[in-house]
């Protein structure tokens, strides 16, 4: 049996596994096509809240996932350049990357996430942003361990506590080529970017690196936090990472083997080669 064939035979399995699971869902038609069967697949994990999955269940997600992630290309950091080898005269520049593309096909030691207060990831089936992008292909253990985390936190401070701003959580990445997966909550903009809110943005990248630091990673990709549905300015936003991750570097020298911005958008991408000249 090819390779091919065997995933074909997990998707099935687990689109009738998933559907039988949701209840709500169980009756829905599944697809005819491979492309259709991965939207429901995908669908009904992103609706799905945390709770015990048989674990025959859970083998067969992993081997799907792991095989999904590897088609689409894992990029290891030895094939990422550094701003220094791209031209860059940065004093960290043989530190830094800029790196564009999906965050869950890189092989680091940790990869930000841009959480929501929650802290369970996206509900919303088949969301394009980094949250929902990151559960679905770590599979859904990632959200079971948030909620474990998420409840022991609201045991200790009261039943309506959210991750505050700023305040990372750090989670294993299960079927993703990292190692681990930084969750945190950037600040929102609401009508004006306020000094508050530079400073909780400075803040994210600060206190993630601290917590690479602390748990031993020593190679992080972070995602451009705060822009997109939180409103933050991307040319600021990106200001705001450079001058604090370099900050961090100088109070940090020997703090991390690397550090990647990793961009999505075009515009993302010339905001840090600007700042990384």
Not at 146 to 160: H, I
Request: aromatic fraction near 8%; include cysteine; charge should be negative.
């Amino acid at each position: 049996m090819t390779e091919k064939t065997e995933q074909n035979n997990r998707l099935d399995y687990l689109v009738e596994a998933f559907k039988e699971d949701s209840v709500e869902y169980r009756d829905m038609p599944t697809p005819d096509g491979a492309d259709g069967k991965r939207r429901l697949l995908r669908s009904l994990m992103n609706i799905r809240m945390p709770r015990h999955m048989d674990e025959e269940i859970l083998k067969v997600q992993d081997l799907y996932l792991m095989e999904r992630n590897a088609e689409k290309g894992i990029v290891r950091l030895e094939e990422i350049p550094t701003v220094k080898e791209k031209g860059s005269t940065h004093r960290y520049g043989d530190i830094i990357s800029i790196w564009q593309g999906d965050i869950t096909r890189l092989e680091c030691d940790a990869i930000v996430n841009a959480a929501n207060s929650e802290m369970l990831g996206c509900f919303v089936p088949m969301h394009t942003c980094i949250d929902n992008c990151i559960h679905t292909y770590a599979g859904i253990q990632l959200r079971q361990e948030c909620a474990r985390q998420m409840a022991a936190l609201r045991t200790k401070y009261g039943q309506s506590y959210e991750q505050p701003t700023a305040v990372p959580m750090l989670t294993d990445a299960y079927n993703l080529p990292a190692k681990k997966i930084v969750h945190i909550v950037g600040p929102i903009v609401q009508t004006a970017v306020t000094d508050n809110l530079k400073s909780d943005l400075a803040d994210c990248y600060r206190n993630t690196l601290e917590m690479c630091k602390e748990a031993g990673l020593r190679s992080v990709a972070f995602c451009c936090i705060s822009t997109g549905v939180f409103r933050f300015p991307n040319e600021l936003a990106s200001g705001i990472a450079v001058d604090t991750v370099t900050q961090w570097l100088e109070a940090n020298p020997e703090g991390m083997d690397r550090i990647i911005f990793n961009v999505f958008k075009d515009e993302d991408r010339r905001y840090y080669e600007q700042r990384l000249s």
